[in-house]
């Protein structure tokens, strides 16, 4: 485990080409601006870790316990990466799964519903006319069968191919495909696949045991309990799959997320390597949506502000989270907050990774 020396709230090792004293500023900038309470970053490439650091505080609510670089975060929609875009790339990989098959064809729980016309790739683009929001309590109730059923059976908002629409079902059902093709859980898979073999020991399914918990950021109040959630899930539609859900539920930090992207990038990961390749990965990171817009690969998003040619791709989480990946330079990146602690308002957010996109990769 790589650890920040110092003052963990202010710490950072550089070993790389750029000065971090921008990106310092910046961060430190959004917690005087409370667009989050405090925040996590790393640089690497496909080797090594080589830029790092934390700035603010994980809970205002207790300000003399500053962010560390081994802080936990509520990781949201890089679940979708993590586990489930994982997951489909090695059954994808073993030959396991066509992507451009309908889903009816081999997965008798679908056939003849409108889901059973759809292709994995549908899914990975977000071209598949799902509804857009989950509202999985209510639709179905909150028996995981019902929810499994409704999910799978739900009609189409327009037809597949039409139009690139965001929507948690995508990974939902793909996470269901999963579990359906390897008869095992989603949690299992991923621990199984990516996260043991690449030795990602802080990154699991919420929620978190007391030792975990203890060094989570907290996320947004409750409505329930009226206090901040800490270690709990922050996505609904998580709390009510558990470690079936393949939109959200995960918890990690920042370390084993640049360990992740390094083998995104072609990294060594020594004698036991995850399920997902550089096969997966090439096919993954270029355009698959055509001229729709905005531009996608699998799960994938080209970033905000960048052509294709910069080759820049980013997956955000709605917590507050997001990581990029960068062929063309050989680089990664990760920003981790928790800036639901105050509120849900994007934009603050928005503009600050858009810059810290362009002081990382140019």
Known sequence: MVTATGNP????????????????????????????????????????????????????GVPDVPMRFDTVF???????????????????????????????????????HPVGGLTARHLLTHTAGLPLRAQLKHLYGTDRVDIREGVLHEALRRPPGQAVEYTDRAAIILGFLAEHLTGGRLDELATVQTWRPLGMAATRY??????????????????????????????????LLGASCGSAGVFSAAEDLGVFLRHVLGGATGA???????????????????????????????????????DTWVHYGFT????????????????????????RDKQPLTDVRDCFRRLVFG
């Not at 990781?75 to 073993?94: F, N, Q, R």
Request: proline share 9%; net charge negative.
């Open 9 to 60: 709230a202010l710490s950072s090792r550089r070993s790389g080409p750029r000065d971090v004293a921008p990106i310092r500023r910046l961060l430190d900038r959004g917690v005087r601006d409370r667009t989050y309470p405090g925040a996590v970053w790393a640089v690497g490439d496909a080797e090594r870790l080589y830029d790092f650091g934390a700035v603010g505080v994980p809970d205002p």
């Open 74 to 112: 509520d990781v949201a929609s890089l679940t979708k990466i993590l586990v489930t875009w994982s997951a489909i790339g090695a059954l994808w990989e073993t030959g396991r799964l066509d992507i451009d098959a309908p889903l009816g064809a081999y997965w008798p729980e679908v056939t003849g």
């Open 206 to 239: 919420g929620p978190l045991d007391p030792e975990d918990r203890a060094r989570c950021a907290p996320t947004e109040i409750d409505p329930d309990t009226g206090v901040h959630t800490k270690g709990s899930v922050h996505d609904f539609s998580a709390r």
């Open 272 to 310: 036991a390597g995850p399920g997902f390749g550089s096969a997966w990965t090439s096919l993954s990171l270029r355009v698959q949506t055509g001229d729709l817009q905005p531009v996608r690969g699998l799960f994938w998003q080209l970033a905000p502000g960048t052509d294709p040619a910069e």
């Open 320 to 343: 507050g989270v997001g990581m990029w990946v960068c062929p063309r330079l050989g680089r990664w990146a990760v920003l981790l907050t928790n800036k639901v602690y105050y509120t």
